[in-house]
């Protein structure tokens, strides 16, 4: 079976602690449900994610180095 997440395309994914996740919160003015969501199923997800935890999502860009958003997971 192919592990999905290690796949070179797939952007690294990290779940938050609690103070990085209020610190992002802070910064962006927003409440944790104000955040895009991602499914709990999703392949690229860490193995430790649960539902409610945010992740935050690194990928490469071409006009800023990389791109960096957050995603809060849901069921």
Same mark, same amino acid.
């Given at each position: 079976m192919v592990d999905v997440s290690q796949h070179n395309l797939v952007p690294e994914h990290t779940v938050l602690d609690r103070d990085a996740v209020e610190d992002v919160l802070t910064e962006y003015d927003i409440g944790r449900t104000d955040l895009p969501k991602i499914q709990r199923r999703d392949a *690229?997800?860490?193995?430790? *994610?649960? &539902?409610?935890? &945010?992740?935050?999502?690194? $990928?490469?860009?071409?006009?800023?180095? !990389? *791109? &960096? &958003?957050? $995603?809060? +997971? +849901? !069921?």
């Open positions: *690229a997800l860490p193995e430790d *994610a649960e &539902v409610g935890d &945010v992740v935050k999502i690194v $990928r490469d860009s071409r006009t800023t180095d !990389e *791109a &960096v &958003v957050y $995603r809060l +997971v +849901v !069921e």
